[in-house]
């Protein structure tokens, strides 16, 4: 399962759709709006993104995953729009047989994620709106 | 041969577009779009870092572009 969704994360219901009978994990990330960037405090956030390209990388992250790390389920639901301090960004979660193929197969998720999918932070600060630049290179 | 192009993030404030439809010659690359558009935005020209996506795939910077081709210009990526 793939969301990009301005509506909040309903994690219990995502929750139940990673879990599994063969599986005995399920491991899970939460990204969420921290009060301060690089020593700005942040009254809030939005997120901007490029829905069409965003599933499609993450479909392909998805299907990476689970095919490096032979996990049995990956789902990510991520959130545009206005956001506040606290609030859910992204949502990750992984099942799996045995925990260590879970925790390495999340952390490849959220690590691919900030790389190639197009969503954009833009954080409103005590100096002003600043746009959130990652760090990927061609 | 026309394209569209959509702009994204600060890219969509430094060019005040969200998206526009641009008339380049045949067999431009991906490459050559770029440099054709940082020829008409200045503050595009100073980024070091503009990444291209066509039809919603990362491309390598050689390839053609295809009329009808949706390219989108965007900075490095931030979601997470």
């Not at chain 1, 992204?90 to 260590?100: D, K, L």
């Not at chain 2, 430094?14 to 526009?20: A, H, Q, S, V």
């Not at chain 2, 595009?44 to 491309?59: I, T, W």
């Amino acid at each position: 399962m793939i969301r990009v969704q301005r509506e909040d994360v309903d994690i219990d219901a995502v929750l139940e759709a990673v879990k599994s009978d063969k599986s005995g994990c399920v491991v899970s990330f939460l990204g969420t709006v921290r009060d301060t960037s690089e020593g700005r405090s942040v009254q809030r956030m939005s997120i901007e993104v490029y829905e069409e390209m965003a599933v499609k990388q993450l479909s392909m992250i998805r299907e990476e995953a689970l095919e490096r790390f032979g996990v049995n389920e990956v789902v990510v639901v991520h959130r545009y729009g206005d956001l506040e301090v606290g609030d859910s960004i992204v949502y990750i979660g992984v099942s799996a047989g045995h925990r260590e193929e879970a925790f390495q197969a999340c952390k490849y998720v959220i690590d691919e994620l900030k790389e190639r999918v197009p969503l954009w932070k833009k954080e409103y600060t005590g100096d002003g709106e600043v746009w959130v630049e990652g760090d990927r290179r061609e | 041969m026309k394209v569209r192009v959509k702009y994204f993030a600060s890219f969509r404030d430094m060019t005040g577009k969200m998206e526009e439809s641009l008339e380049v010659p045949e067999g431009i690359t991906v490459e050559g779009l770029r440099e054709h558009i940082k020829g008409l935005y200045d503050k595009m020209a100073r980024r070091n870092q503009v990444l291209v996506a066509v039809n919603g795939a990362f491309v390598p910077l050689e390839t053609v572009v295809r009329e009808g081709d949706n390219v989108a210009f965007f900075p490095p990526v931030s979601g997470g």
